[in-house]
Structure formats: C-alpha cells, structure tokens
Nanobody, 123 residues
Framework: VQLQAYGGGLVQAGGSLRLSCAASGRTFSNYAIAWFRQAPGKEREFVAGIGGRGGTTYNADAVEGRFTISRDNANNMVYLQMNGLKPEDTAVYYC?????????????????WGHGTLVTVSS
C-alpha cells in the first residue's frame, strides 16, 4: 500500500489550502483514511478522518468548521480542504490508511502512512 500526500505550502493566516492524498495497493473503499499532523516538538495528532464509503467524517475540535475531508473512491483520492488557516495549523500533514472502514483518531489504528507535506501558516 502506498500513500502520497501533497499540496502543502506557505500561506498567510486566514488563507486556504487543499491537501491531496493518492492511494494505491488495496481496495481503497474498504478502509478509512485520516489526516494527521505533527508540529515541531509536538506529538502527531489526529486532524480529520473519513470512512471507507465516505459517509462518515470526523474532525478534531481544533479544526471543526474550518477543515473538510472528502474522498473520491473512483480515483483513490482523499482531500483535506483547509480554510481559515491559523499559525497554529503549521505542521507536517500526513495521510494514513486505517485497518478498518471506520475512521478512528489514534495513530495505532492506521497501518499505512504516506510521507508528509509541510503546511506553513504565517501570521
């Protein structure tokens, strides 16, 4: 299984970015996908997750109302639309494929990880 996250960059506070995650290697729609992030000196944290069929989503409180996760199972893609970005959103963002179809919030629930993409939000 391979996951490739891309779309990060430098943006001013209040701006928007859309991250993409391309997946391959197993039946994509059978598994949840989530975005996690890790800021310098901090632990990796859950950002948003989406169920295998796309009908269930879950956001961390810190991004609720600003970030939206979605998926396109026909093309094995997952997206994270990030609006209203804040400096505290600065981190390396990772996409991960879960071991079940239900989105969970712990890193141990995800067995495949892509390389991260850096998001930097300037104040």
């Amino acid at each position: 299984v391979q996951l490739q996250a891309y779309g990060g960059g430098l943006v001013q506070a209040g701006g928007s970015l859309r991250l993409s995650c391309a997946a391959s290697g197993r039946t994509f729609s059978n598994y949840a996908i989530a975005w996690f992030r890790q800021a310098p000196g901090k632990e990796r944290e859950f950002v948003a997750g989406i169920g295998g069929r796309g009908g269930t989503t879950y956001n961390a409180d810190a991004v609720e109302g600003r970030f939206t996760i979605s998926r396109d199972n026909a093309n094995n893609m997952v997206y994270l639309q990030m609006n209203g970005l804040k400096p505290e959103d600065t981190a390396v963002y990772y996409c991960a494929s879960g071991s079940t179809s239900w989105p969970r919030t712990f890193t141990d629930d995800y067995d495949y990880w892509g390389h991260g993409t850096l998001v930097t939000v300037s104040s």
